[in-house]
């Protein structure tokens, strides 16, 4: 089963920019892993941020967005705030099957 | 609104059965394919598996970990999706989420599924 990487924490400070990212043991990520990215913070269940690599819901802040990068999907945060601080995860799809990576905490300090 | 709601989860002795129940409301349960992703505790996601639609067939798919022990089925009737899992192992005590992921974003509150002797 493919492993899918991400940093295993992050700090950023109050309004700066962050970049998380996601990497596959297969090779590069593509559009094809459609990949997600899920914010959960303590006690909660996750939700949805991102989803097919760059599309936002309608409670997504326009502050993240997601891309391709460098042959890994990414997450960046610009202008971070203290209630971004929450785990993230990445979620990539290899066919039939999908993989969440270990997730990264973000700190916002 | 939509909700979901997890239930059946508790204390089960290493290889016995449970299954989790997800009742839904508040959205078109058939039109969904509906996903079980678990948390082990103080740990990370981990994506158990789906059941596609019935367009789709209402196949089904799983993560390693769990296949040949797990199985997802659902009642679009009456708007459930139940996870049966057997012969249970310590490691699959976890948080059990029934979700909806992708153009939507729907999750249950989680059940607690502990697996010990």
């Keep these: ?109 | 609104e939509a909700q979901l709601v997890e239930s059946g989860g508790g204390l089960v002795q290493p290889g016995r059965s449970l299954r989790l129940s997800c009742t839904t409301s508040g959205f078109t349960f058939g039109d969904y394919a509906m996903s079980w992703v678990r948390q082990a505790p103080g740990k990370g996601l981990e994506w158990v598996g789906f059941i596609r639609t019935k367009v789709y067939g209402g196949t089904t798919e799983y993560a390693a970990s769990v296949k040949g022990r797990f199985t997802i089925s659902r009642d679009d009737s009456k708007s459930i999706a139940y996870l049966q899992m057997n012969s249970l192992k310590t490691e699959d005590t976890a948080v059990y989420y029934c979700c909806v992921y992708g153009e939507v974003d729907y999750w249950g509150q989680g059940t607690l599924v502990t697996v010990s002797s």
């Excluded at chain 1, 990497?23 to 909660?44: L, R």
């Design chain 1, 1 to 109: 089963q493919a492993v899918v990487t991400q940093e295993p924490s992050l700090t950023v400070s109050p309004g700066g920019t962050v970049t998380l990212t996601c990497g596959s043991s297969t090779g590069a990520v593509t559009s094809g892993h459609y990949p997600y990215w899920f914010q959960q913070k303590p006690g909660q269940a996750p939700r949805t941020l991102i989803y097919d690599t760059s599309n936002k819901h309608s409670w997504t802040p326009a502050r993240f967005s997601g891309s391709l990068l460098g042959g890994k999907a990414a997450l960046t945060l610009s202008g971070a705030q203290p209630e971004d601080e929450a785990e993230y995860y990445c979620f990539l799809s290899y066919s039939a099957v999908r993989v969440f990576g270990g997730g990264t905490k973000l700190t916002v300090l």
